[in-house]
């Protein structure tokens, strides 16, 4: 029983270079979402999709990108990573596609940008 | 604009009971969801409430009343387990989460 399953589970990246944060569910959940973590911070909402196919913009998109080719899917990439976006990431899933379900979050990426 | 506001540490003591106030103000209104969220893990669902009133499940309660934009959540019989973060989050009218930045909950024994 694996849920949500991200990678890699920490990372420390030089500035400027590019990285793929993975994401991977296997409950068929048609939405799927990035949100960002910082202390003393509420969770922020980076890129969601609601269904395969389709992607959204969030609070705080700059810098990020997102692709859903299939359901089960939802990689998050930085182009050129800057030291702001050093955090914990979350992907988390959800049943309905309009965000009224229950989340289930994967463990985490915890990035750090130097 | 849109904010949640919660108390960011509170503490208790093991078999009591503690009351987590969350106050929102969105553009609309679609639910109000309560996270539970353990240091170093990921955020677990607790509850959602989209109409007023009290929801009981086992030792967690949420209560939301719509008018004054205000929930809470109630633990009974604390357990030294419930030490965590308890996030709240609100989803508007465009069925956008704003979350809050969470509430550290201690338990001592």
């Known amino acids: 029983i694996a849920g949500i399953t991200q990678a890699p589970t920490s990372q420390i990246l030089a500035a400027g270079r590019r990285m793929t944060l993975r994401c991977t569910q296997d409950m068929r959940h048609n939405a799927m979402y990035w949100y960002r973590q910082d202390l003393g911070l509420g969770l922020r909402l980076i890129h969601y999709s609601n269904t395969a196919g389709t992607t959204g913009k969030g609070e705080v998109p700059d810098g990020y990108s997102v692709s859903r080719a299939n359901t089960d899917d939802f990689p998050l990439t930085l182009a050129s990573a800057v030291p702001s976006q050093t955090s914990v990431y979350f992907c988390?899933?959800?049943?309905?596609?309009?965000?009224?379900?229950?989340?289930?979050f994967g463990e985490g990426s915890r990035l750090t940008v130097l | 604009g849109q904010n949640i506001d919660q108390p960011t540490e509170m503490t208790a003591t093991e078999g009591a009971i503690v009351q987590i106030n969350c106050t929102y103000q969105t553009s609309g209104f679609n639910g109000l969801f309560w996270y539970q969220q353990h240091a170093g893990e990921a955020p677990t669902f607790l509850s959602y409430n989209v109409l007023d009133g009290l929801e009981e499940k086992g030792r967690f309660s949420s209560f939301l009343s719509r008018s004054k934009g205000y929930s809470y959540l109630l633990l009974k019989e604390l357990q030294m387990k419930d030490s965590a973060s308890y996030l709240c989050a609100a989803m508007d009218s465009n069925y956008q989460l704003i979350w809050g930045a969470g509430t550290k909950l201690i338990i001592k024994p």
């Open positions: 988390a899933s959800s049943a309905s596609r309009d965000g009224t379900g229950e989340l289930f």
